[in-house]
């Protein structure tokens, strides 16, 4: 053979090899973004709720009354304005089941602040406020919180925790939209000219799974609030629904 077939023959190798090489370095570096930056999050979003549960003067369960039945005690207490990447709730998903790991609501919905839990869209209402709380999370990566999303129907549940309540929301609609149609987070969604007369929430987060192309959004309204120390609402405890 010439030493132009040789020389050819070599650099088709050493391609081959270098192909090889990127491909084992791709599928690390999925791996590592699939697997390795959720157990990460788990178990640093598990250790800010932890955190934010004893700031709060968190109850033994020996304390705790038993798990109320939904009431209005009134006008429900709204939260002063936030700083940027300020952990001031939790968020619990009954319908995504016993295993699902309750979220830290972070002020903020950069990426950064998104690795931290789920983020709140700034200038959006807060729990207890008139208008419409909108959170955003992740949905594959860094714990992905709304992972589940897909699986809410009408009528389920969204609970937030804050330091002085329980707010108990029940889903209305769900939908997937353009990632540009941000009236969807307006305080009245789809019609930002109009004044608010309800407390909503609304989850958003990317759509189809692995993808960025949509948004899939969940609507849900205030059901009941009741005081973060009168224990537990009865919606975390009768699961999904």
């Keep these: 053979m010439s030493r132009a077939g040789n020389a050819a023959r070599t650099a088709t190798g050493v391609l081959g090899e270098l192909l090889i ?59 002063p304005e936030l700083a940027a990447g300020e952990a001031f709730g ?58 589940q999303v897909e699986e809410l129907v009408e009528g389920d ?13 029940r889903v209305t609609t769900t939908k997937i939209v353009n990632p540009r149609d941000v009236d969807v987070i307006a305080p009245v969604p789809g019609d930002p000219t109009a004044v608010p007369t309800e407390r909503m929430l609304t989850l958003t987060t990317c759509h189809p799974m692995f993808s960025a192309r949509e948004r899939y959004i969940v609507h849900a309204v205030l059901e009941t609030w009741q005081p973060r120390s009168a224990g537990e609402p009865v919606a975390l405890t009768q699961g999904a629904g």
């Design 90 to 147: 939790i968020v619990h998903v009954p319908r995504f089941g016993q295993g699902y790991q309750p979220r830290p609501v972070i002020e903020g919905t950069s990426q950064d602040l998104l690795k931290d839990g789920v983020g709140h869209y700034p200038g959006t209402a807060l729990p207890g406020a008139v208008g419409n709380v909108a959170l955003a999370g992740h949905r594959v990566t860094y714990g992905k919180p709304f992972n």
């Design 21 to 79: 090489t990127l491909g084992v370095l791709l599928l690390l570096f999925v791996a590592w973004q699939l697997w390795w930056t959720d157990v990460r999050a788990d178990m640093a979003q598990g250790e800010r709720t932890d955190q934010l549960q004893q700031q709060w003067g968190g109850f033994e369960p020996d304390d705790l009354p038993d798990p109320a039945e939904p009431v209005d005690p009134g006008e429900p207490p709204v939260l």
């Design 157 to 169: 549940a969204v609970v937030l925790e804050t330091e002085q309540a329980w707010f108990t929301y």
